[in-house]
């Protein structure tokens, strides 16, 4: 676009205003490449902001999706030692099924599994840190929340791009740490082999600062998102009129704000402890290695619930919306929500069973087969919601099932690990992984891929095509159950996590999970696909293609700069299906069902 | 979208009313009120933060002081509760300056509000001082600050007073108790992390006094100034809950 052909126009120096003089779309271009380039950079506009986190996660998906990549192909085939003794009489020692090669120490199994032991803490740190953390609430949440609540932006927009280059930052800090040789410490940086390990310290370091100041970008938008909730709903909106997905934001927001510091303070002090050796966590200077653990799980069990909570309020979304269903138990989630945030706090010791006195572990047992209830409410309540709902099978709704399925098999497999008998068996064991990889990605990655789905049309404008999406989405579900359901079997026979290599009747599962991971990244592969055809080559989204009732679709398809025209005001619950004509809908496409009952007096039926 | 008036004043207009009172408040706020309200959770939420951070400090002085009470003791004992108490009235006193100065400019005393910011920022340099030379030097390295030069320099050396030092640096050779490297760990973690939150209210307290110097703040619209505030009272609150833990065990 030259020059010349955008008129300069002084009334409206930022050209927010097309040539007819209709707001722009958020996503319109400046007059340069590089005036758009330091638009972007600038910008303090939440959906953009939103834009730049989804990208960069999806990247960084991609990052720590190659890792496990890596991780599954070293475990291929056990590392075998195998002595052989020529005729002649000298005997070689030949390792096989070892793919990393050692480091220059040797070639022994003990110091080659040290690029192994980089490969998957490298896995861990982005998937945790630089993908699950902000995943949904700093692409999705930056969206849609203020939208939403039908706000013009979150309570504070300098502070939200503040956010974005601190999380920018810190991703530098952990990428250099990896580029310099990585960490084999495990993400969770155990001590005391944390402190001890002979990875360079500044390799240590800087992935743990890495960490810290992802912290603070966490932080800070779980803070702007819980002021935006407060202050900056739409006149009409109380908190019981607010869409779930909010609920669910803010819930996750307030555990953000809660647990992040003390993240911070643990890493804090685990870098004194490493290069000023202060003691805390060193027994020989009387500190205690476990008081780590339980100030990294402190964090870092709630730090769960930001992850899934997410999740969960984008499935209430999308199955009430392509169900065309209001949601069942409205305040029972809603209150769900708040309940998983306070109960999260207290659980942390499941992570130490093996750490702590009997008595602890059952106090914390307890709690946590607690913390399952909320968690069950929801999903309950999501399946009387499909009931009897009009059903449409498309990608998002496709994601909600999966979701539905494969986060209740997360769920309930983490009740084996709650329970104190079974738990001194499976603890550390592959079953832990196949959980939490369920719940993880099974839940909140497939909760994203909905939410991106579902978001979509009103996000780029665009259409994404239905039926290659849906078959991507069938081979990542395929993919994943044979990924991550072998582990369990696994894990119940005995596979420790994090070992590279293992006894030779785990093979044949472990090949399985191999092959599993390959039909993932071809499904992931095929999403982005879409997404590229998509942007290029997509048909125009109308305003409401799914027939939503939340504020984001009586914005435009993509949204103005400043999100609505005018002001919304809140006239109707987020999903009275039965009563409103979808905003951007004609009446007549969207009859109504018959009143069963007379409407009673002085009630008002509204029609959008 | 802001709508800044740039034409030049016409003949006869107003004097240019100074910059607070042509505050323009953010555009998705409706009033400036909800921006102030809005601002005012959003730091009180940023100052939970800050508790928990240093709740993680604390946590390991009491565990560890349920460990090792002997440690802690001797290593409170040589503290001097003096130049801690002395801190403590500093840093009080820095609080009530920096409320003044919120209520100068809330009455437009703009003068007496620039004065009682820089006040507070000499109390908070005072803090700093008093934390690092007379009692992180000494020590840490067993030299002594002395502006009376009562031993003829400005500093001098005391023999087997320094190496109070955290955790494996420790190097003091009068200990009783082996666990007092530990002590000292939590010593210096605790008041250093206050300390560099110190730094930062002082620098937020510099800016402001700029800013106040320019007529950014008045009666209508001064949040960076209460905000500032409310970071400078949480650090003299953090102070006093480390004072008498560290210093006052008996």
């Known amino acids: ?608 | 979208m802001t709508t800044l008036d740039t034409r030049p004043p016409g003949p006869g207009a107003p004097e240019k009313a100074p910059l607070w009172a042509r505050y323009q408040h953010g555009h998705h706020w409706r009033t400036a009120a909800d921006e102030f309200d809005a601002c005012k959770l959003g730091f009180w939420l940023f100052l939970t933060t800050e508790v928990l951070l240093f709740g993680g400090i604390f946590c390991a002085y009491f565990i560890f002081r349920s460990l090792y009470p002997a440690a802690w003791q001797e290593g409170s004992q040589s503290l001097d509760w003096r130049w801690g108490g002395l801190n403590t009235v500093v840093l009080l006193l820095s609080s009530y300056t920096m409320a003044a100065s919120i209520y100068a400019i809330q009455t437009n005393q703009q003068a007496r509000a620039r004065r009682n910011l820089l006040i507070t920022l000499v109390f908070g340099g005072a803090f700093l001082c008093i934390k690092f030379l007379f009692e992180y030097l000494p020590k840490w390295t067993g030299w002594h600050f002395d502006p009376t030069l009562a031993h003829g320099a400005l500093f001098h050396f005391v023999e087997g007073y320094g190496g109070k030092r955290p955790g494996s640096l420790f190097t003091y050779p009068f200990a009783t108790d082996p666990h007092m490297p530990l002590w000292w760990s939590i010593y210096y973690c605790g008041t250093a992390i206050h300390a560099l939150h110190v730094v930062i209210g002082m620098a937020l307290i510099a800016r402001v006094y700029v800013r106040a110097g320019r007529g950014h703040y008045g009666p209508s619209h001064y949040t960076m100034v209460e905000m500032t505030g409310l970071y400078w009272h949480l650090v003299d609150l953090i102070w006093i809950f480390l004072f008498p833990l560290l210093y006052l065990i008996h």
Request: charged content about 10%; hydrophobic content about 50%; aromatic content about 14%.
């Open chain 1, 1 to 608: 676009m030259s020059t010349h052909d955008v008129p300069h126009d002084s009334h409206d120096p930022r050209g927010l205003h097309d040539a007819h003089g209709h707001h722009a779309s958020y996503l319109a271009p400046k007059e340069t490449f590089w005036a758009t380039v330091k638009d972007w950079a600038t910008t303090v506009d939440h959906k953009k902001i939103g834009v730049m986190y989804l990208f960069a996660i999806l990247f960084m998906f991609f990052l720590g999706g190659a890792a496990a990549m890596a991780v599954r192909l070293e475990l291929w085939e056990p590392v075998r030692v195998v002595t052989s003794t020529t005729p002649s009489g000298t005997t070689t020692t030949e390792v096989t099924g070892q793919l990393f090669a050692a480091d220059a120490e040797g070639t022994s199994i003990g110091p080659g599994n040290n690029v192994y032991n980089r490969i998957f803490t490298l896995h861990g740190a982005i998937m945790v840190f630089m993908v699950i953390i902000p995943s949904i609430p700093a692409s999705l949440g930056n969206f849609f929340l203020p939208i939403m609540l039908g706000a013009k932006d979150v309570a504070f927009p300098r502070l939200n791009l503040l956010s974005w280059y601190v999380y920018l930052f810190g991703s530098i800090f952990a990428v250099t740490s990896i580029i310099l040789g990585g960490v084999d410490t495990g993400w969770t940086f155990y001590t005391p082999y944390s402190t001890t390990t002979d990875a360079q310290h500044w390799r240590v370091v800087f992935m743990i600062l890495g960490a810290f100041i992802l912290g603070f970008s966490s932080i800070l938008t779980g803070l702007n998102f819980v002021v935006t909730v407060h202050k900056l709903r739409a006149p009409g909106m109380g908190w019981f009129d607010m869409p779930l997905f909010v609920w669910a934001i803010y819930s996750a927001a307030v555990i953000q704000v809660l647990a992040t510091p003390v993240i911070g303070i643990t890493l804090m002090l685990l870098v004194f402890e490493r290069v000023f050796r202060i003691g805390i966590f060193d027994p020989a200077l009387g500190g205690d290695p476990v008081l780590y653990q339980h100030f990294f799980w402190f964090y870092s069990h709630p730090v769960v619930y930001v992850m899934i909570l997410p999740g969960m309020g984008i499935i209430n979304e999308t199955i009430a919306v392509h169900s065309r269903k209001k949601i069942f138990g409205y305040r029972a989630i809603a209150f769900a929500s708040l309940g998983i945030a306070a109960v999260s706090f207290l659980v942390w010791g499941h992570h130490m069973f093996t750490s702590m006195s009997e008595l602890a572990s059952t106090v914390f047992s307890a709690l946590t087969f607690l913390v399952a209830i909320p968690t069950a409410v929801k999903v309950f309540n999501w399946i009387a919601t499909l009931y009897k709902g009009s059903i449409a099978m498309n990608t998002p709704m496709l994601y909600t099932l999966i979701f539905l399925f494969l986060f209740s098999i997360g769920g309930l497999t983490g009740l084996p690990l709650g329970t104190l008998s079974t738990d001194l068996h499976l603890h550390d064991s592959y079953f832990v992984v196949a959980h939490f990889h369920y719940v993880m990605m099974g839940g909140t990655m497939m909760g994203l891929m909905a939410g991106i789905h579902h978001w979509w049309p009103k996000m780029f404008g665009k259409m994404y095509a239905e039926k290659p999406a849906m078959i991507a989405a069938l081979i990542v579900f395929v993919g994943f159950n044979i990924t991550f359901f072998s582990q369990f079997f696994l894990g119940t026979q005995g596979m420790p996590r994090r070992y590279a290599s293992y006894v030779d009747e785990f093979q044949f599962l472990h090949q399985v999970s191999t092959v599993g991971s390959w039909l993932l990244l071809l499904g992931f592969l095929l999403h982005a696909g879409v997404f590229i055809h998509s942007l290029t080559q997509g048909r125009p989204a109308p305003q409401n293609p799914w027939g939503g009732l939340t504020f984001e679709w009586e914005a435009a398809s993509p949204p103005i700069e400043h999100n609505f025209e005018h002001e919304p005001i809140c006239r109707h619950g987020p999903y009275d299906f039965e009563s409103t004509v979808p905003p951007g809908w004609k009446p007549e496409d969207y009859p109504l069902p018959p009143a069963t009952a007379p409407v009673p007096q002085g009630v008002v039926v509204a029609r959008h």
